[in-house]
């Protein structure tokens, strides 16, 4: 691939990577279901914002950036995302992100990159992202003296909890039962095995509930 010397700085930026410049490396941009969740991803470009970034493939993907209809420049399986990212999916450097429009749940390091912005969309199905921004009456609720936590709440957000759901999200995904669910949902309404893999895990999500 050729490269090109920026002039004077002693950095050497790949031209087709879609980055955004820090002062010592390139940051990835990415949205979607970490790597180690087994999902494919592809690099898409947003026209309008004139950025490129990677995420999780799906029937139709929206721009985080913008909330329109993204091009797909390139697919890419789950170890060659890992492999080409490295830093930027530690997971101190990903933020959850949950779109309340079309339940989506996924993850994306856009604050390393992004800094300042705050109107994301969710790329699944285009909606405005709920500004993290808290709201006047959680700060008051905040500035109130804290009550006794209940026991539910304290388990919820136990790490012993999390890494429960981590791992079993993990096994249920890499499963034999979850890989032919997903293929014979892909096969019947004519979509992709990821897209069949996040709807049965929403039908999960309201099962639980």
Do not use: W
Not at 68 to 92: I, M, N
Not at 127 to 133: H, I, P, W
């Amino acid at each position: 691939m050729r490269l090109i010397l920026a002039s004077g700085s002693g950095y050497y930026p790949y031209t087709q990577k879609p980055v955004d410049y820090q002062p010592y490396r390139p940051v990835y941009l990415f949205r979607g279901p970490p790597p180690d969740a087994g999902f494919s991803y592809g690099l898409y470009e947003d026209e309008e914002a004139g950025k490129k970034y990677y995420a999780d493939l799906g029937l139709d993907s929206f721009s985080p950036l913008s909330g329109r209809s993204s091009k797909l420049l390139e697919e890419l399986s789950s170890d060659e995302v890992e492999k080409l990212l490295g830093e930027d999916l530690k997971s101190d450097n990903l933020k959850k992100r949950e779109c309340s429009n079309c339940g989506g749940a996924y993850y994306d390091n856009f604050h390393l990159s992004l800094k300042g912005r705050d109107d994301f969309f969710c790329h699944h199905c285009g909606s405005k992202l709920k500004n993290e921004a808290p709201s006047e009456q959680e700060i008051n609720d905040m500035s109130q003296p804290a009550a006794a936590a209940s026991p539910s709440k304290t388990i919820t957000n136990d790490p012993v909890v999390k890494e429960f759901i981590e791992n079993g999200l993990k096994a249920l995904l890499k499963s034999s039962q979850m890989k032919e669910a997903s293929e014979r949902l892909a096969s019947r309404y004519g979509t992709t095995t990821d897209r069949a893999k996040q709807e049965l895990l929403k039908a999960l999500k309201e099962a639980i509930r």
